[in-house]
């Protein structure tokens, strides 16, 4: 019932329930593919899933989509044909972030096809899970405003992270990252930059070329002396050491 009345608002609610993937998947097979296509926002958090309902396929209007502690390993490569604006997976067992992305054949890792989660999808959440590489891909999400990466065990940033022309918050902290790429990008949106507890010794100079920067964590790390540069953010208000 708890289903099928969320349909009004176009939301279907189903948080701390303890659902299995059989479970929920039985519940929702209720609905018709007609309702299913008018849903826009999903809320699975706090169940037992350890992959996403086929039903998902459906709801072509899907804005956002929520599933934060499950046990989920991967997300289906069919979710990249939806244009979802939100997407939040922290707290489950995903290892990897491939299941954003397909790669043009033939092409370099960093090529992929514009699909239309990538063209839409603005807010990342995949704290908590198992990460180790972000894809170089990852600068071609050219609406992704916020990036949450924390408690992972990535080690390395690819080279095109900052190349991500809207994002305005990243968060990195409590990774094993032990050096940061240039930020090369003049047009650099960057407020919030989130490093904290990792094992950064050195902060580039050019980091000075985040003019919009007014939040800079970078505590329970390795760092001895700060770059000149720092003085040149003039936006800044919070310097965490």
């Given amino acids: ?3 099928a009345a969320s349909v009004f608002t176009k939301t279907i609610d189903v948080r701390d329930r303890g659902y299995s993937h059989q479970v929920l998947k039985l519940r929702l097979s209720v609905l018709p593919a007609s309702v299913l296509s008018q849903i826009t926002k999903v ?3 706090g169940n037992k899933l350890t992959s996403l309902p086929p039903q998902i396929d459906l709801m072509t209007s899907l804005q956002e989509l929520h599933c934060c502690s499950n046990w989920l390993r991967s997300l289906p490569a069919s979710l990249q044909q939806i244009s979802v604006n939100v997407l939040r997976v922290s707290a489950n067992q995903l290892d990897a972030m491939d299941f954003l992305f397909t790669k043009k054949r033939g092409a370099g890792p960093s090529q992929i096809q514009e699909t239309p989660l990538v063209k839409s999808l603005q807010t990342l959440r995949v ?3 198992q990460i180790v590489i972000i894809p170089e891909a990852t600068q071609h999400l050219a609406a992704l405003s916020s990036l949450i990466l924390n408690n992972n065990d990535i080690h390395a940033l690819p080279s095109g992270i900052w ?3 809207s994002v305005t918050i990243i968060v990195l902290s409590h990774n094993s990252i032990k050096t940061l790429p240039e930020f090369e990008s003049s047009e650099l949106k960057i407020q919030v930059l ?3 507890g990792n094992r950064i010794a050195e902060i580039p100079n050019s980091i000075s070329k985040c003019s919009h920067m007014r939040e800079l964590y970078l505590n329970e790390n390795l760092i001895v002396d700060l770059p000149k ?3 040149k953010l003039r936006k800044m208000k919070v310097l965490d050491l």
């Fill in 229 to 231: 540069a720092i003085n």
């Fill in 127 to 129: 704290g908590h899970n």
């Fill in 163 to 165: 190349s991500l022309k």
């Fill in 1 to 3: 019932m708890g289903i």
């Fill in 43 to 45: 809320f699975l958090d």
């Fill in 194 to 196: 989130v490093l904290t």
